[in-house]
């Protein structure tokens, strides 16, 4: 067993704890909107969910952001963030394959 120091954070669709780099962050912003934060960065309160559009699918279901970030998340948000996260699903994959080799 080797030494880890990665922070985990946990999906809030499965409920799974991951590394926080293999996890997209969905942010609340302060002025209560509610967006993809893909450099993890962002101001406002932040819920995880893997890189995973199943996980975003469930997440919808059972309204996982809503409590998470402690904010009604309307269909029509959900539905917009769907679209973003299938666009950015990609590119986070991409991401996630450009730093694997400086990680290990
Ligand atoms: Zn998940």
């Known amino acids: 067993m080797r030494p880890r120091?990665?922070?985990l954070r946990k999906?809030?669709?499965?409920?799974e704890m991951m590394p926080k780099k293999e996890?997209?962050?969905i942010v609340r912003t302060p002025a209560e909107e509610v967006q993809i934060d893909l450099t993890g960065k962002k101001a406002g309160r932040g819920a995880y969910l893997c890189g995973k559009v199943s996980c975003f699918k469930l997440a919808k279901?059972?309204?996982a952001l809503d409590r998470a970030?402690?904010?009604h998340v309307g269909e029509h948000i959900y539905d917009q963030?769907?679209?973003?996260f299938a666009a950015v699903e990609e590119q986070f994959i991409a991401g996630k394959e450009l730093v694997s080799?400086?990680?290990e």
Do not use: G, Y
Request: aromatic share 0%.
């Open 69 to 71: 970030l402690k904010q």
């Open 11 to 15: 999906c809030v669709a499965c409920q």
């Open 23 to 25: 996890l997209i962050r």
């Open 5 to 7: 120091k990665v922070p």
């Open 61 to 63: 279901k059972t309204k």
């Open 81 to 84: 963030l769907e679209q973003d």
């Open 101 to 103: 080799d400086e990680a």
